[in-house]
């Protein structure tokens, strides 16, 4: 994304780039996509969460596959459409979209953990951070195949890369949704701590 971060925004602007960002962020494709092709409510099952992990557990590959993307696709879109208001509104679309996901209104606030929505957010604001978080997620998960672990070292590795290649206020918005992300895996991050957090490609 091109133009400085510190460049003026509308209050306007920043008020309809947060409320398009946390529409298309509450977007539940995973509680969607699983009831319309008859499957049971996600919240029902597995561990509970809206995202495509759980989808996983429905034994829907393809309909995992199909959520991931749509969970990622829509924080790329709301920062896309964000900047269109300007650099500072394509980090509060960032933010609105990441809420939106974590806290849809639609679910009693009850959402996922962020971690497509996360680099999908990424990826419409900075290519490198968002480049940087694949690369690290993929090494740590084939690693320790730990997909909890593997997210939030990428989510470091993310915010790392923003501080190199795009500005201090980029690193410290995302830096916050990055406090979320890892709030949102503490009981993941307590059985790693334990030993018994569940590997990638083993039923838990």
């Not at 500072?88 to 679309?93: G, T």
Request: charged content about 10%.
């Amino acid at each position: 994304m091109t133009g400085s971060i510190d460049a003026p925004a509308s209050w306007l602007g920043l008020i309809a780039a947060f409320a398009i960002g946390y529409l298309l962020g509450s977007i539940p494709f995973g509680v969607v996509l699983t009831r319309l092709t008859g499957g049971p409510d996600l919240r029902t099952i597995g561990s509970g969460n809206i995202g495509a992990t759980n989808v996983l557990r429905t034994g829907k590959k393809g309909l995992a596959a199909v959520t991931l993307l749509g969970d990622m696709l829509k924080g790329t879109v709301a920062v896309l459409i964000g900047a269109e208001f300007g650099p500072p509104a394509a980090l509060v679309a960032a933010c609105g979209a990441f809420l939106g996901h974590l806290f849809p209104a639609w679910l009693g606030f009850k959402g996922g953990k962020g971690v497509a929505t996360f680099l999908g957010c990424l990826l419409g604001f900075s290519f490198p951070a968002a480049l940087a978080f694949s690369l690290i997620w993929l090494a740590v998960a084939f690693i320790t195949r730990y997909s909890s672990l593997a997210a939030l070292a990428a989510s470091v590795a993310a915010i790392l890369t923003l501080l190199a290649f795009q500005s201090v206020i980029a690193a410290l918005v995302f830096s916050l949704l990055a406090v979320l992300l890892w709030a949102k895996h503490a009981q993941n991050i307590r059985r790693l701590l334990g030993g018994e957090e569940t590997r990638i490609g083993l039923k838990s």
